[in-house]
């Protein structure tokens, strides 16, 4: 078996220990056992006077394999008590010979665990350096929980390790992570000589384990864990992992690093398994979701999108253009007279003031922002562009006109795209001869901030046009899902029954606040009927008439909307829904709303005998999430995504489906096809269409096939390597 670690030894006597293993040089067992066998070799050699320590191909690590996961380790290695990974970095802090990290590209995970086991780090400059196990389920596993804080202090440690965000070599360098940031040209020679001034000790040698200077006092570390442990309960109220790795702070805070270390180890034990294996699938599920067969794979080079027209400067399209500018990319700004243009205008502006506020952009990326933004009311500058993305109300004679316009007054290569959320793309196209470049990119509101990007493809999109999407959305930080033309399209279509399984509901006699609470606790962070208030109710009324047209025979008419309406009430936007909403605090339900709510019981008349339906918590939530798991499965088997686990990251990116259950399908798929089939069956029985099971999920429940197994003829295989 060939070997992935090779040592080197100079005449000045350093020995460069390198790994390798692309793309990302992740480690494995293997890595890992090799390497210890290095360090004995070089400690038993004595012309070796030191060690650095670095990766092949310009990354030092992405951390441990994620594909191992769950499979089985051995444990002992040196010290019995630590687990191989954490052993194998005391070994390199307690050597006789000191190490010195050499770090490119990355050290993410155990590939900076590794680091902070080394006795200085030398890093080129933006370097990504970070713990971001929690992501995957899991805690830091190498020492991390341990290490970090006591080389950047406990505070900032929790935050990256909390948020799983991580730092640029720069500002490691500011927090004492890092040593020195020198070139790529310059980085082995530097830290050669490192290596060697720590060994004749004109340089410090310090083993991170044992610090204690940037700890703080004890009571002040347990302050900042505190405070630490009441957010992650709110914010990560399903994530074991993160009061876990709080746990092992703690433990080292208080009872010294090595005793943190013991801690750890018992922590990375399969406690959190659940939610690491739906983490760790959905991780790789975002990997498999930017190959698109017979677009990312023939050799198409993307083209450069400078400057995009945005058509539209309401909520989607204030959006659109926010998220464009904040990622350098120059839009014009159509409206159709100045005071909406304004508002459009207005409406960028406060975006970006609002992520201003928070802190996550600063006042000059703000100015920059707003530099590159040009508002019009023609399309003289439409000439320009690279790019329309239409933004305007649904309606089908507004859209096919604008379409109709674009082909006139833009220049052949210009991408047409649509932001419709619901509208056929033929139908949108019909009155033009772009088909070829007609496609559609569908944000989730808030546009600027939801990561999701559908974009949706007709039998006559070319590749180019799809590839060149798929870059500008990950331009603009946006994962974007390539789906097949269909009313809806992917998530829309699959989600729709999310909210009439919820009105189903109300009519059948559960309260509705019951409803948003439960849907909460599952882990959708709002309910269906705040959503809607959230939404607008016009948005919704304007959707379901597209999507009752298409899929009518299992459409619930609920007649409550409207009847909201005619009480005045028009959700957020007027601060009068199902909640109240009032500048400053949180949204109240609203008594007020349960008369209406009589009055639309009355008129539906779906209540068995005129009498509510009696139903626990867990039947509530389901007979809410099956059938959008029914209507995933039709989603499936007429090929509108690539794989089943294409729909796991568009539920969690573009409905905030928790990713702590992996994605719709998984979830689905945990439950058991069988479970949903039968208690669909069932309730179709009861109730009506709305819940008759499609064919697909009969079949799969009927065979015992999980539904993530690809059909035969129209999904690749999901990537999920579980
Ligand atoms: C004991 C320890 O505490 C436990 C750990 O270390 S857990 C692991 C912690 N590390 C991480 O979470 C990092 C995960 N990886 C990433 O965030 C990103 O892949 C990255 C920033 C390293 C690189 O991003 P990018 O350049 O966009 O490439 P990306 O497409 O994501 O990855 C390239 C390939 O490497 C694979 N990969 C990345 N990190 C991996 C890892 N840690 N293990 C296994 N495979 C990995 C990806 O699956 C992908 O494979 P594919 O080409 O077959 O789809």
Redesign the pocket.
């Known amino acids: 078996m060939s070997s992935n670690v090779s040592m080197e030894i100079g005449s000045d006597g350093v020995a460069v220990i390198k790994f390798s293993n692309p ?2 040089n ?2 494995s067992f293997k890595i890992i056992e090799e390497l210890k066998e290095k360090y004995v070799e070089a400690m038993n050699r004595n012309e070796v006077k030191a060690i650095v320590l670095t990766g092949e191909g310009g990354r030092f690590c ?6 191992s996961f769950g499979k089985e380790k051995k444990t002992g290695g040196d010290d019995s008590k630590l687990s191989d ?1 954490q052993s194998l970095v005391n070994t390199i802090e307690e050597a006789k010979k000191p190490t010195v990290a050499a770090i490119e590209g ?1 050290a ?4 900076l ?1 590794l680091a902070m086991g080394c006795h200085a780090r030398i890093a080129t400059p933006k370097v ?1 350096l970070g ?3 929690l ?2 389920g ?1 805690i ?3 020492g ?1 929980t341990q290490r970090l804080p006591r080389l950047v202090g406990t505070s900032k440690a929790l935050e990256m390790m909390l948020t799983s965000r991580p730092i640029m070599s720069e500002d490691g360098k500011k927090l004492g992570l890092i040593d020195a940031v020198v070139s790529k040209e310059e980085l082995l020679t530097v830290a050669r000589h490192w290596a060697l001034d720590i060994a004749e000790r004109r340089k410090p040698w310090i083993s991170s384990l044992l610090r204690t200077d940037k700890l703080g006092s004890l009571a002040e570390a347990r302050q900042v864990i505190q405070v630490a442990r009441e957010q992650a309960t709110r914010t990560a109220p399903n994530m074991p992992q993160h009061q876990a790795c709080l746990d092992a702070v703690e433990e080292g805070v208080v009872f010294g690093g090595y005793s943190g270390l013991l801690k750890e180890k018992e922590l ?1 034990s399969p406690t959190v398994l659940y939610t690491s294996k739906s983490l760790v699938h959905f ?2 599920a975002q ?2 979701i ?2 698109v067969p017979n677009v990312t794979d023939v050799g198409l080079k993307p083209r450069h999108i400078k400057k995009v027209a945005v058509i539209g400067g309401g909520l989607m399209g204030s959006g659109i253009a926010t998220a464009l500018i904040l990622s350098n990319i120059f839009v014009v700004l159509k409206e159709i007279n100045p005071m909406y243009l304004q508002k459009g205008i207005k409406a960028i502006e406060a975006n970006l003031r609002s992520l201003l506020a928070r802190g996550k952009i600063t006042e000059d990326k703000v100015m920059n922002a707003l530099s590159i933004l040009t508002g019009v009311l023609d399309y003289s500058e439409f000439r320009h562009v690279d790019l329309v993305i239409e933004a305007v109300i649904e309606s089908v004679p507004l859209k096919q006109s604008i379409f109709h316009e674009l082909e006139k007054v833009c220049s052949q290569n210009c991408i047409l795209a649509t932001n419709t959320s619901t509208i056929d793309l033929n139908i949108i196209g019909e009155k033009t001869t772009s088909q070829d470049r007609i496609v559609g990119a569908h944000f989730f509101s808030p546009a600027h901030v939801m990561p999701l990007l559908e974009i949706v493809r007709t039998d006559k999109t070319s590749a180019q046009v799809i590839l060149d999407l798929m870059t500008v959305g990950k331009a603009i930080k946006k994962v974007p899902v390539i789906v097949e033309n269909c009313t809806g399209f992917a998530v829309n279509r699959t989600f729709f029954p999310y909210g009439q399984g919820a009105h189903i509901l109300v009519h059948l006699g559960v309260d509705l606040f019951r409803i948003d609470r439960l849907v909460k606790e599952f882990g959708i962070p709002i309910g269906p009927f705040q959503l809607q208030d959230v939404a607008g109710y016009g948005i919704g009324i304007a959707a379901g008439k597209v999507l009752a047209s298409a899929f009518g025979d299992r459409m619930f008419k609920s007649p409550l909307t409207e009847l909201l309406m005619k009480d005045g009430r028009n959700g957020k936007l007027n601060g009068k829904g199902y909640y109240t909403y009032e500048k400053g605090s949180r949204p109240k339900p609203d008594p007020t709303v349960l008369p209406i709510i009589e009055k639309s019981r009355k008129l539906a008349n779906i209540m068995p005998s005129g009498k509510p339906v009696s139903l626990t918590d867990q039947e509530i939530v389901e007979m809410i999430m099956f059938p959008v798991v029914n209507e995933a499965c039709r989603v499936m088997e007429e090929g509108i995504v690539l794989r089943a686990s294409d729909l796991d990251v568009a539920s969690i990116l573009g409905m905030s489906f928790p990713s702590y259950r992996g994605g719709l399908i998984f979830w689905a798929d945990s439950v058991g096809a069988t479970h949903i089939y039968s208690s669909l069956k069932k309730w179709s029985e009861a109730y009506g269409n709305f819940f008759r099971p499609s064919k697909f999920l009969e079949e799969r429940a009927k065979k015992g096939i999980p539904l993530s197994v690809p059909t035969s003829t129209s999904q690749t295989g999901s ?1 999920s390597r579980l």
């Open positions: 793309p990302v992740a480690l992405g951390g441990f394999d994620i594909n990974e990355l993410l995970g155990g590939g665990e990504q713990l971001p196990e992501t995957l899991i830091p596993g190498m991390g990375t991780f790789f990997r498999a930017s190959k990537k």
